[in-house]
């Protein structure tokens, strides 16, 4: 289980956008950091060779120098030779006479170099420079130039250059710390330049995330999106538009069906009717068969209804009649109308209400009504039905009405399907036949159109809340 999460976030991060940046900010960071540090120390480790050379050439003709003015006194030349080897502290000078025999070699601490150095410096090239490692792991740089004169003699010097092979040491590591804060400073940065950067793409899926039936008329290549975005959001606005023109269609397909099923089925409502007035006791069956069928006419007029008022109030420019209302004015209203319904079933209806909100009376009315009436439905005989507002302190950006009954419940997973047109769940069939599955389509719809929204909450067998939000007019 352990290693199955870890190897899915890995996969996770793997596919990420901001990932993937940041890796390869890090990677280009480090490649250029490297290259430029390498360059640094080439350029110091060079320089300091170049300055050891000169060095050793300058002493070297300085030697040369002194072997020919002091070529005629062995002992004049010894002293100069150890006077100039005193004011160059960490060089030797080995002066090899014609017979190869060492005629002078100034004295350095730590003992002599050229006893330990193995290499035959001939070979290395007269007046060129040469790199030997000691082994105890001191560096040297030696040289060496033929002097004629009176007597041919060999220059052989060296140079200890642990002093500089200790900066170049510590340059080393100070580059290695710099790269290593570098990389890390450059991985963090990398996150937060990704997500920033990142970030229009995640504001352009949210509002597409966002986006409902009701809200297909929004369009999002109309804001101002980085230039890689701006193909993506345009794209996306031609299929809000070929949606849209297809939910149109669908809706004006619907509305034409309806008020085609309307008059016919008034018609058929009306015979069905006025042969029942006409029909004697004794003509029971004739009855009876034309009772059941204006019933039938009187439930698919209700459903022809709904589905017309249902294509009506798709599109969100259906204008409405907005004007400040009473809200005890209304609910008290509704709730007269249905207290019949609600004695019927022995259920009990509270009101606590008060304040105004400025919305569409009639739509309003259609809205509480069917929640109220889905309330007594479904709520046991002794029940009860709680209808409170919600003031401006709980809730800073909306007014409400909260709908809330002790009725049977809804299941957990049929919630998100509440709104759905014809939707009923196995419960709601069970428990009554008189619903069509559109009255909580049209709240949603009546709420869309006054850019409020509804919330539905419900616990089994304990009851349902319904609350009806609406956004707060400034006067």
């Not at 002599?112 to 193995?118: D, L």
């Not at 030997?132 to 140079?159: C, F, H, N």
């Not at 004697?280 to 069928?293: F, K, L, M, P």
């Not at 204008?319 to 809200?327: R, T």
Request: with cysteine; aromatic share 8%.
């Amino acid at each position: 289980m352990f290693w199955s999460n870890v190897n899915g976030r890995l996969n996770q991060l793997k596919s990420s956008i901001a990932t993937r940046l940041t890796a390869w900010y890090c990677f280009v960071s480090f490649l250029f950091a490297v290259l430029a540090a390498t360059t640094m120390y080439w350029l110091l480790a060079t320089h300091l060779l170049d300055d050891d050379d000169t060095f050793l050439q300058g002493r070297i003709g300085e030697a040369r120098t002194i072997i020919r003015e002091r070529s005629d006194s062995d002992e004049m030349l010894l002293a100069e030779m150890h006077r100039e080897a005193a004011n160059a502290p960490g060089s030797q000078v080995r002066i090899i006479s014609k017979n190869g025999q060492p005629f002078l070699e100034t004295p350095i601490k730590g003992g002599s170099i050229f006893s330990e150095y193995s290499f035959n410096m001939p070979n290395v090239g007269e007046n060129q420079a040469v790199t030997w490692r000691s082994p105890e792991g001191i560096s040297y740089r030696m040289m060496w130039s033929y002097v004629d004169g009176p007597q041919t003699m060999k220059i052989e010097i060296a140079l200890d250059r642990t002093q500089e092979q200790r900066l170049l040491d510590d340059y080393r590591n100070a580059l290695i710390s710099i790269i290593s804060i570098l990389f890390v400073a450059a991985a963090a940065g990398g996150v937060v330049i990704a997500r920033r950067e990142l970030r229009p793409l995640a504001k352009l899926s949210a509002l597409v995330s966002e986006i409902k039936e009701e809200d297909l008329h929004q369009r999002l290549g109309t804001q101002h999106w980085p230039i890689e975005i701006q193909p993506l959001a345009q794209s996306f606005d031609r299929v809000l538009s070929r949606m849209e023109d297809a939910f149109s269609r669908v809706s004006t397909f619907s509305a034409d069906i309806a008020h085609e099923l309307r008059t016919p089925l008034h018609v058929l409502r009306g015979e069905a009717e006025l042969v029942l007035t006409r029909l004697s006791s004794s003509n029971q069956d004739y009855r009876n068969c034309i009772e059941s069928a204006a019933e039938e006419y009187a439930r698919l007029t209700v459903l022809v209804d709904g589905l017309l008022f249902l294509a009506k109030t798709s599109q969100m420019d259906t204008p409405i009649n907005s004007a400040s209302v009473s809200l005890l004015s209304e609910v008290s209203a509704v709730c007269d109308f249905y207290q019949a319904m609600a004695d019927e079933e022995n259920v009990h209806i509270n009101v606590n209400v008060s304040g105004f909100l400025t919305l569409d009376s009639a739509l309003f009315r259609r809205a509480l009504g069917n929640v109220i009436a889905n309330a007594i439905r479904y709520t046991p005989p002794g029940g009860k039905i709680e209808i409170y507002s919600i003031n401006k302190t709980e809730l800073t950006k909306y007014h409400g009405l909260v709908i809330s009954d002790t009725g049977i419940g809804i299941e957990p997973e049929e919630l998100s399907r509440v709104f759905d047109r014809f939707y009923r769940s196995d419960q709601a069939r069970s428990r009554t036949s008189d619903g069509t599955g559109l009255g909580l389509p049209i709240v949603k719809n009546i709420m869309a159109l006054h850019q409020g929204e509804v919330i539905i909450e419900s616990v089994m067998e304990k009851g349902t809340m319904v609350t009806l939000r609406f956004p707060v007019v400034s006067p």
